[in-house]
């Protein structure tokens, strides 16, 4: 089974403008609403691509009931746990001639939810997949991610960690089984400027001497590299096509590789197939499904 962790979800509130500029009313062309976080897109594509899996995290206020429902209404399974104060945050992203985005805080996390998370965590059982993605609030320590892992170091459980910053350097002790930085996050971490494939893979090498597995770091319109847990590194181009929205694009990357590893158990083939399903969400401006994925397969080249 596969479960996602989302510790600060959203209720993404997406507007469409045409020629946006500061300082005077705009009128959008187009509005939608969906369910934010890193996790929660994981967990969505997952379930378009009929992976089974649970989506886990914290929810708040009426804010948090509504995402939850737009979750049911795409039967994406959900076990959140409800804080008792405060409301789940509300992200508005921009799109117009630049994408632009205000991401808000987001409720505390008190110490009693906390605890009922991890008696939920400590069910999990050998083999499962554990993601846990996005930032989290600053009511929880940066060590947040690592702490999960510890708790859960007697289960062969397969970690994936999609996060920044010490957030991310900090569970590499505990030997994810994934991490996908971008090359910006890659960039971040050792200080470096990483822009192109080749340079790429020293980096993530180094990663995996601090414990990572397998290191997937995506490069946008410039594809992917693998540094695989076998020695291996693979690498490859981006379909080409028009972005229509890049939000989730990472996470759908995830989705993918997981989806097709659990199924065929082959690095090459799962870099393909989350290579294609970022794409998907990018030129659909939908996270990716099946369908949008086979779109793109059979026009790349």
Request: charged share 25%; net charge negative; proline share 3%.
């Amino acid at each position: 089974m596969v479960y996602t962790l989302t510790v600060n979800p959203s209720i993404d509130y997406i507007v469409s403008v045409q020629n946006f500029s500061t300082g005077k009313v705009n009128r959008s062309a187009s509005e939608k609403v969906l369910a934010g976080g890193k996790g929660i897109n994981v967990s969505t594509v997952l379930n378009n691509l009929g992976v089974e899996n649970v989506a886990l995290g914290f929810v708040a206020g009426f804010t948090g009931e509504k995402i939850e429902s737009l979750l049911n209404e795409k039967a994406v399974r959900t076990d959140f746990i409800h804080l008792e104060n405060g409301m789940s945050r509300i992200n508005v992203k921009l799109q117009s001639d630049v994408e632009t985005e205000i991401n808000a805080r987001g409720p505390a996390v008190d110490k009693k939810s906390v605890e009922n998370l991890f008696e939920k965590l400590n069910l999990l059982s050998d083999g499962d997949f554990l993601v846990m993605a996005g930032n989290i609030p600053s009511s929880l320590p940066h060590f947040f991610y690592a702490e999960i892992m510890e708790k859960l170091s007697s289960k062969k459980i397969n970690f994936v960690v999609d996060a920044s910053g010490k957030l991310l350097t900090e569970t590499l002790k505990w030997k994810p089984f994934l991490i996908k930085p971008n090359n910006y996050e890659l960039s971040e971490i050792f200080d470096a400027k990483i822009t192109d494939r080749k340079s790429v893979v020293p980096y993530a090498k180094k990663l995996q001497e601090m414990g990572a597995q397998n290191v997937l770091v995506s490069l946008a319109e410039k594809g992917a590299v693998l540094c695989s847990s076998d020695g291996e590194v693979f690498e490859s181009d981006a379909p080409k096509g028009v972005a229509v929205n890049s939000v989730g694009a990472g996470d759908s990357m995830v989705a993918g590789f997981l989806a097709d590893w659990i199924e065929n158990k082959n690095f090459e083939s799962a870099l393909k197939n989350g290579i294609l399903s970022g794409s998907a969400s990018t030129f659909s401006g939908e996270l990716a499904t099946k369908d949008s994925i086979n779109k793109i397969l059979s026009e790349w080249k």
